[in-house]
């Protein structure tokens, strides 16, 4: 590796980190030797940086404007959200009758440090815990074609935004509580349905609280 290689590298690194911590937030202008000039590296490596991240679709670039961290294509969230409630929750009906005892352990501890994190919120490793809850729930969904859609869809959600909690960070409180209620119909060996339908909702909520927050920001706007 080159040099200018690592130096790209390490500019790469720099930008996403604080793109996906909140600390450039959406819409942030990204002054290229401002950058530089705090690496210590020559605007090039940063270009090339940018150049990446915009092709990850994390960083936009506009004549006469520059780069900028870019914006959530809401209609994008929307479908992806959607279509992830269903197949999400189809996968975590059909494996709920396979979630062992341990599972529901391990993603009831998961859900603990969500909660304790909630004193000191940071969206991005609020995000990172509550796909590891939710993976515990799904992962064991015997349909391996749903399964792939569950991830198709995670994986979606985190190219375009790291976490919708930086946008809406009330919601984190409360969904904390709606995976006890999960854990608890598990548990109880609910039928298939009524987990079914809790976990859509629970995706569904999410969506309806960054939808009435952008309502919100466009009327104060």
């Known amino acids: 590796m080159t040099a200018t290689s690592n130096k790209s590298q390490l500019a790469y690194d720099f930008i996403k980190q604080r793109i996906v911590s909140g600390r450039y937030t959406p819409g942030y202008r990204l002054v290229l030797a401002t950058i530089a000039a705090e690496l210590g590296v020559s605007v090039v490596p940063v270009r090339e940086a940018i150049r990446r991240l915009e092709a990850e679709r994390l960083v936009t670039f506009q004549r006469n404007v520059g780069a900028q961290v870019a914006m959530l294509d809401e209609r994008e969230y929307l479908y992806t959200m959607q279509t ?10 059909l494996s709920a009758p396979l979630v062992t005892p341990g599972q529901v352990r391990r993603a009831r501890e998961v859900n603990e440090r969500m909660r304790e994190s909630l004193t000191h919120f940071r969206p991005h490793e609020f995000t990172r815990q509550n796909f590891e809850f939710h993976s515990l729930l799904f992962e064991n969904c015997p349909n391996p074609h749903v399964l792939d859609l569950v991830h198709r869809g995670w994986d979606r959600l985190a ?39 809790a976990a859509r909702e629970h995706r569904t909520h999410t969506l309806d609280a960054f939808l009435a927050h952008q309502g919100a920001r466009l009327l104060d706007d």
Do not use: C, K, M, W
């Open 84 to 93: 992830l409630a269903l197949v999400e929750g189809y996968a975590t009906a």
């Open 159 to 197: 190219n375009l935004r790291d976490s919708t909690f930086s946008f809406v960070p009330g919601r984190a409180h409360e969904s904390v509580d709606e995976h006890e209620r999960l854990l608890r119909l598990i548990e109880q060996g609910a039928d298939p349905d009524v987990v079914e339908r």
